[in-house]
């Protein structure tokens, strides 16, 4: 059976607390936390970007996965933060690990669902037998606009996946996709940041996709709530993952290993595919983890794996996701934040 | 600031840290040589650099070349890595206070300076905090 054979997790060292942007725009900060369950989001330094942290959360799932780069036949980023508008990023992970030049290689794009919509596409060709191991990537830099609701969660981090068919860690026992035509979220060519519909993301975007297709995959796997240890919701803010788990019947207990969100804020094409190395890091042989992506325009993508006995023998081959999300931070302030952002720039 | 058809050319080192090992006597060339200066020999087997090293020196550059002034300041070093090379980069994630020879690093693939706004972006290595 098919599955992930490596996975691995890169979060930036730099922070920044609410506090200091509700400081700037004179917002209520108590408010914001408590209704975003939101405390701190990671930044990323000048010299990180989308292509920089694929490349190091790549190199970590090869060390667990221990196998020739060279046989890796596709390589594929999530990201709605690729550093070029014209010029994949992909072709630099691919180059950078060692997968080139036969490799299958592409950008994908969907809001926040882009990383598992690369991990849905390299799993499906690992099970076609058109390539022995696939590379899947969701990374992200994103930005809010400056005083916006976004910027309070708008944060940077990659995960990576690596699916095979031998010395499986996780058997991908099922996939499912829930797609509609929903604009809450969009950003238009030469603008810097992106708009919103407000609570038009939450019921018939966020929730409304993310139950139909934690619905859908149950159903299609003969499967319930309870029979899940872990379950991973996309993470836009620190509620929304509680109530629609809620919605779907899963307590509290299943969600919190995989919750990030409150201190590294929202990863975008990286947040459901983060929570997912966090439980993995955790979990035990037989272990059942459902994780649901969702990406504004509007879509989700479901995978449900189970946990095998080789999980003991890899997951310590490379740093663990809540280690990353507590060692060795550096907090920034507004302006400092503004500055590697480009929020704010330098007379040339 | 490199060209494109220079920077293209240097990728197996700036990505991979791919380096060339004299087959007579052994010593590691990043980049890789066509001749060993030591033996004069033209055989050498391929190599890849040990990605952990120490830092065997540092300073930090307040007055940098034009293409690396925005990131100023910002520290450099020789680091000596577990195979025995010596090389120069940035070390980065380390707060100034906090770097000391014989600190342990490791190589970390970063953005090393874009070309203005419309340029093309040069990826490489820095050393980061192990
Ligand atoms: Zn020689």
Redesign the pocket.
Known sequence: MEGIIGYGAYIPRNRIKVEEIAKVWGADAPSYKRGLMLEEKSVPSPDQDTITMSVEASKRALKRSLINPADIGAVYIGSESHPYAVKPSGTVLAEAIGATPEVHTADFEFACKAGTEGMFVALSLVKAGEVKYGLAVGADTSQGAPGDALEYSAAAGAAAFIFGRDNIIAKALETYSYTTDTPDFWRREYQYYPQHGGRFTGDPAYFKHIVGAGKGIMEKAGMKPSDFNYVIFHQPNGKFPFRVGKMLGFEREQIEPGWLVNKLGNTYSASSPLGLTASLDISEPGDKILIVSYGSGAGSDAFIFEVTERIEKVRDLAPKTRELLEKNKNYLEYGEYAKFRKKIKKAV | MPTPSRYWREIPQRYRFEANK??????VFFPPRLI?P????REFEETKLAEKGKILTYTIIRVPPRQFVDQAPYAVGIVELDDGVKLTAQIVDCDFEDLKIGLKVKLEFRKIFDEGEAGILCYGYKFVPE
Request: aromatic fraction near 0%; include cysteine.
């Open positions: 004299c087959k007579n006597c052994g010593i060993c030591e033996c004069k020999k």
